[in-house]
């Protein structure tokens, strides 16, 4: 059984850091795809940033590309986003997604079998 726990979510002033933690387990496949997903209020959900655990290929959307980096660690199989320069417009409930044995690995295109239970994340101005 696959599970995801997503951490530190929090709190911060416009141009702070935060860095997510997605702690995987369960997982079967050798390489598998692992997304952030964000939803603010009133808005949909939009895929942030995703990892091919095999390859730790990488995608970022364009509005956190310069400022984000999703990160893989094998060792304690935890996917990492750090973000920083944070906006208010970042201001969301993130959620880590997987989907196994997907090297494509991007946010949209299929469905992601599996979900966190989301971290909050606030960035006042």
């Known amino acids: 059984q696959v599970q995801l726990v997503e951490s530190g979510g929090g709190s911060v002033q416009a141009g702070g850091s935060l860095r997510l933690s997605c702690a995987t387990s369960?997982?079967?496949?050798?390489?598998?795809?692992v997304a952030w997903f964000r939803q603010a209020p009133g808005k949909e959900r939009e895929g942030v940033a995703t990892?091919?655990?095999?390859?730790?290929?990488?995608y970022l959307r364009d509005s956190v590309r310069d400022r984000f980096t999703i990160s893989y660690d094998a060792d304690n199989n935890t996917v990492y986003l750090q973000m920083d320069s944070l906006k208010p417009e970042d201001t969301a409930e993130y959620y880590c997604?997987?989907?196994?044995?997907?090297?494509?690995?991007?946010?949209?295109?299929?469905?992601?079998?599996?979900w966190g239970q989301g971290t909050q994340v606030t960035v006042s101005s």
């Open positions: 990892i091919y655990t095999a390859d730790r290929r990488t």
């Open positions: 997604a997987a989907l196994p044995d997907w090297p494509y690995c991007r946010p949209w295109g299929k469905t992601f079998t599996y």
């Open positions: 369960g997982f079967t496949y050798s390489g598998n795809c």
